[in-house]
Structure formats: C-alpha cells, structure tokens
T-cell receptor, first 114, second 114 residues
Framework: AQSVSQHNHHVILSEAASLELGCNYS??????LFWYVQYPGQHLQLLLK??????LVKGIKGFEAEFIKSKFSFNLRKPSVQWSDTAEYFC????????????FGKGTKLSVIP | NAGVTQTPKFRVLKTGQSMTLLCAQD?????MYWYRQDPGMGLRLIHY???????AKGEVPDGYNVSRLKKQNFLLGLESAAPSQTSVYFC?????????????FGPGTRLTVL
C-alpha cells in the first residue's frame, strides 16, 4: 500500500528563518503530490501541487516544493517564515493520474516564534 | 459559491447514540470523501464516492455508513457511536478532469462521544 512519511512531527523556528519540511512517498509509478496547510481551527487548504513537468513547484504565500523522483521526495521550502505561517502542514500523494484517493502523511506542526 | 460545507460544526453524543453528518458541495464535483483527523495520525479516509449512487470503503470504514443520493451531497452516518469515534471529520470533493483533481475540504465537524 502507498504511504507518505513526514520526517518531523513539530518544528519550531524564529521569524525570518528558512524552512524545509521533509516528505517521502512509497509509490513507484506516476504520482501526484500535494502540500496542504491547516491553520489553527481551520480546514485544509492547498499550498501547492505537482502533477508533471517542472519539478520545482511554486505555491501560495511564498512556498515552494521540489519533486525528486530518485529520492521519492517532495520537500516543502520557504526562505523566510513569518509568525502567520504557524500551522500544521500535510503532505499527500495520489498514485497515478486516473486515481482519486489521497494518502496523507501524519503532518508536521510548525510553530514560528516572533 | 460556498465550496464544501458541513453540518453540524460541533456535536456531542453519548455512547450508543446515532447521528448523521451532512456534506454539501456546489462545484459539481463527481468525487466526494469523508476523512477523520486524529492527533498525530494525519487524515484517514473513511469512505468515498465516485458519483451519485456509488460509495466505497476507505482505510477506516468500520462503524460508519455513507450515502450519496444526490451528486452534491454526501452523508456520513454513525449508527452506534463509540468513544473511539471522537474525532474531527472532514469532507472533501474533487472533480474528474486530470488537470483539476485536487481535493477541496470543508470546515470540519468536531464530534465528541462520551
């Protein structure tokens, strides 16, 4: 079965620090990849997605992610975090373009200290 | 355009009681999903539907039933609630086209079973 692993359970950063959250997936074929964010008390919102093409994907709010097929990774990055980035971040994967089921990682909680 | 809506937002049940959670979407999406979110577990798929009149089991279907009588609605039922079903429930929907099949999430229902 497909699985998604997020390396860090809780990350604490100061404002202006750089962020990288790790995500690895287990599926070997064509895969669609997503990063969702959940602000406290809110529902999940899509940050960015990768379907095909340029492996460096830019999303909203200055986030980007790089798809590295050889490493089965899709790490999320932001050069300078803000207090408003405090949230929980979920990586998700879907096997193949014709599939519709998402497998989520367990999430990484990010706390940004002003 | 409300997107995905869920009712109720909060509910407290006693063990053995039943209830139905309603999800509605106004994006004409074919696919709809029910997830539960528990601390440290990410989101786990309970049931999903690929079209009106169809339903299928996800990762954690036991104790839940679903129905999709209308394309825009997806109901999640608990026939006899148990404390282990205390969770936050999210509904999501997605379209069919390959370039636009990200999932859109509702605001969630926080359920406590005493």
């Amino acid at each position: 079965a497909q699985s998604v692993s997020q390396h860090n359970h809780h990350v604490i950063l100061s404002e202006a620090a750089s962020l990288e959250l790790g995500c690895n997936y287990s599926y070997g074929g064509t895969v669609n990849l997503f990063w969702y964010v959940q602000y406290p008390g809110q529902h999940l919102q899509l940050l960015l997605k990768y379907f095909s093409g340029d492996p460096l994907v830019k999303g909203i709010k200055g986030f980007e992610a790089e798809f590295i097929k050889s490493k089965f990774s899709f790490n999320l990055r932001k050069p300078s975090v803000q207090w408003s980035d405090t949230a929980e971040y979920f990586c998700a994967a879907r096997a193949g373009a014709g599939s519709y089921q998402l497998t989520f990682g367990k999430g990484t909680k990010l706390s940004v200290i002003p | 355009n409300a997107g995905v809506t869920q009712t109720p937002k909060f509910r407290v049940l006693k063990t053995g009681q039943s209830m139905t959670l309603l999800c509605a979407q106004d994006m004409n999406h074919e696919y709809m999903y029910w997830y539960r979110q528990d601390p440290g577990m990410g989101l786990r798929l309970i049931h999903y539907s690929v079209g009106e009149g169809t339903t299928a089991k996800g990762e954690v279907p036991d104790g839940y039933n679903v129905s999709r009588l209308k394309k825009q609605n997806f109901l999640l039922g608990l026939e006899s609630a148990a404390p282990s079903q205390t969770s936050v429930y999210f509904c999501a929907s997605s379209g069919y086209s390959l370039g636009n099949n990200e999932q859109f999430f509702g605001p969630g229902t926080r359920l406590t079973v005493l």
